[in-house]
């Protein structure tokens, strides 16, 4: 399977991607060198803000015979009212011609919240709002444009995503994470309000289960652990993600947002690096893998690059495994 680099000026990770009329752009973290230990916390992810890409022929650029756009720095960590540290994984959504980006950044209690800021076109620059969005926690989000038009914000990553630290949407005053043979814990969900600035609902648990429907374990090698991306093809939700230390791309089919999804397979095996990121898009009646890898950086974890390749279905809906180290 060709993949191809897209940004191999720059360390560019966790892409999230849309089409807006007719152009494909790309809403990336911003790896950089900070000089911060590696560490289970994640504190090495110490990204500061957010350019946004775009191009109308992805195939030219796959091709090598176009470059994508960089729209520049659209958003930085100090122009945010209540910033901490760590803009990591964001999405934008649009709504009545307004687009909204949604981004995880720890506070200066050093716990996560996820902001919100608006912009007038897809490529910003987009204006922050006063304070994080009520009762939001954890990290990585991914928000789905129904046909509807109903908007549902999926988020959650454990370990230095601190989504053990909460249970029914509340701190909890030790954080838990389940083991053995225990249901793993799950990615979150909320339906967002009609002015897309908060929640307009609580949110509720992301359920991934097997064929007998009962939930995956917390030591199945392909359980939810970050890194949430919802798309639709023939009707079905397909909720995919990243098992963090196992290190797959995984996904798992449902009949409507909230899920229950049943877990399906592999979509990427493992990369260089130890994280893996992705965004399943179609543009131009092609289906593409967006994700990120270390080879460039030789390795470093923290200084990741972006990639594409193209993304195939089984008769049956089912998604070709891709090699990660291909
Ligand atoms: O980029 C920082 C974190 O690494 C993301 O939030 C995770 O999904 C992983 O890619």
């Not at 191999?8 to 999230?16: F, G, H, I, K, L």
Request: with cysteine; charged share 25%.
């Amino acid at each position: 399977m060709k993949k191809t680099y897209l940004i191999p000026e720059d360390y560019m990770a966790d892409p999230s991607v849309h089409v807006w009329n007719g152009r494909l752009y790309i809403y990336p973290s911003h790896d950089w060198e900070s000089g911060i230990p590696e560490n289970d916390n994640g504190d090495h992810f110490n990204m500061k803000d957010y350019h946004v890409f775009s191009t109308d022929d992805l195939e030219a650029v796959i091709r090598g015979e176009q470059k994508l756009t960089d729209h520049g720095v659209v958003l930085s960590v100090e122009d945010i009212p209540w910033h901490g540290r760590q803009l990591w994984d964001c999405d934008v959504q649009e709504k009545n011609g307004k687009y909204y980006m949604y981004f995880p950044l720890k506070d200066r209690n050093d716990i996560f919240r996820f902001g919100v800021a608006v912009a007038d076109r897809p490529e910003g620059p987009f204006i922050p709002q006063p304070a994080p969005m009520m009762g939001s926690y954890s990290i990585d989000v991914a928000v789905l444009k129904d046909d509807d038009g109903q908007q549902y914000f999926y988020f959650g990553g454990i370990w230095g995503g601190q989504l053990q630290r909460y249970k029914d949407n509340k701190a909890l005053e030790s954080a838990y994470l389940p083991e053995g043979d225990e249901p793993a814990l799950p990615s979150r969900v909320a339906r967002l309000r009609d002015d897309m600035l908060e929640f307009a609902e609580e949110p509720r648990p992301v359920l991934v289960v097997d064929k007998d429907g009962k939930p995956l374990k917390a030591n199945d090698p392909h359980r939810f652990f970050e890194a949430s991306w919802v798309h639709k093809y023939n009707g079905k939700y397909y909720f995919s993600y990243s098992t963090g230390d196992t290190h797959y791309l995984c996904y798992a089919i449902g009949d409507n947002p909230y899920g229950p999804f049943t877990y399906q397979g592999v979509i990427l095996t493992p990369v260089v690096g130890w994280t893996t990121h992705h965004c399943i898009v179609e543009f131009k009646g092609k289906w593409y893998l967006f994700h990120h890898d270390s080879v460039p950086s030789g390795g470093r974890t923290w200084l990741r690059s972006l990639k594409v390749c193209e993304l195939h279905y089984d008769a049956d809906g089912k998604i070709q495994t891709i090699e990660g180290m291909d």
